[in-house]
């Protein structure tokens, strides 16, 4: 069965594949919205926007509309306004004056309350990726804590972070967590949806980080882990990144 999941997922076109990721992970609810940051954060805006375009094209809706529809929880604000988003990617130059100001108002926004901010909302959603590094290299200085740490009690607002300021070290606890003995199957199945999307893209950042933050090897973990032509498959995916 997974070795089945994983080939259909490889053989879909990337754009296609998120859009199918993304209306599962909409329909199962909570526990699958950290795919969502994933597709939304993870990916450039022109990849974004292709499955966009495939979320519309297969199921005659928009996924910001699928989303607000079936999203009824606090982080519905929040994952919207994501899916929604086009980042900036020109100049990689920041704006000191500006990521210092985001970084002070996340910073004075009401901890308990944080999904419902809507600048808190506006500055993850619209800032470019590199504007929202300097953001948390900026909180930093005047919090003395990592922004994704100070954000330990709202769980998609960390994946965000993370996704967003450093998607390897994210995708490499992810990993971990798949690989374990004792995972869940929900958590399990993550180890073919990493593998495949980032294969062809950081797939060896991961893998280093995976080695420098748990003294994991992937290859090594997957050939403990998976078995005859499921793991062969794997560990080829794998390889395309060395």
């Known amino acids: 069965m997974r070795?089945?999941?994983?080939?259909?997922?490889?053989?879909?076109?990337p754009w296609e594949r998120d859009a199918r990721m993304a209306k599962?992970?909409?329909?199962n609810g909570p526990e699958a919205y950290a795919v969502l940051v994933e597709i939304a954060c993870s990916r450039s805006s022109e990849e974004l926007l292709g499955a966009r375009k495939a979320y519309h094209s297969l199921f005659d809706q928009s996924i910001e509309e699928d989303a607000s529809l079936?999203?009824?929880?606090?982080?519905?604000?929040?994952?919207?306004?994501?899916?929604s988003a086009y980042r900036y990617e020109g100049s990689s130059m920041v704006k000191e004056d500006e990521a210092k100001y985001d970084a002070t108002a996340i910073k004075n926004a009401d901890k308990n309350k944080l999904l419902e901010d809507d600048e808190v909302v506006r500055i993850l959603a619209t800032r470019s990726k590199r504007h929202i590094q300097e953001v948390y290299n900026h909180?930093?200085?005047?919090s003395s804590k990592n922004l994704d740490e100070d954000l330990e009690?709202?769980?998609?607002?960390?994946?965000?972070?993370q996704c967003l300021c450093s998607p390897q070290k994210y995708y490499a606890k992810v990993l971990n967590e798949s690989l374990k003995y004792?995972?869940?199957?929900?958590?399990?199945?993550?180890l073919n949806r990493v593998i495949v999307t980032r294969a062809d893209a950081d797939m060896k950042q991961i893998?280093?980080?995976?080695?420098?933050?748990?003294?994991?090897?992937l290859s090594?973990?997957?050939?403990?882990?998976?078995r005859g032509s499921y793991k062969d498959f794997l560990l080829n995916l794998v390889a395309r990144g060395n």
């Open 153 to 161: 009690t709202t769980l998609i607002l960390k994946e965000t972070v």
């Open 207 to 217: 893998i280093d980080e995976l080695q420098s933050q748990y003294t994991v090897s």
């Open 182 to 190: 004792c995972a869940d199957e929900k958590t399990r199945k993550a």
């Open 24 to 27: 599962e992970a909409i329909e």
């Open 70 to 83: 079936n999203i009824t929880g606090p982080e519905r604000k929040l994952l919207v306004a994501l899916v």
């Open 220 to 226: 090594k973990k997957i050939e403990d882990r998976a």
């Open 139 to 142: 909180y930093k200085q005047i």
């Open 3 to 13: 070795f089945k999941e994983v080939i259909v997922l490889w053989t879909l076109h």
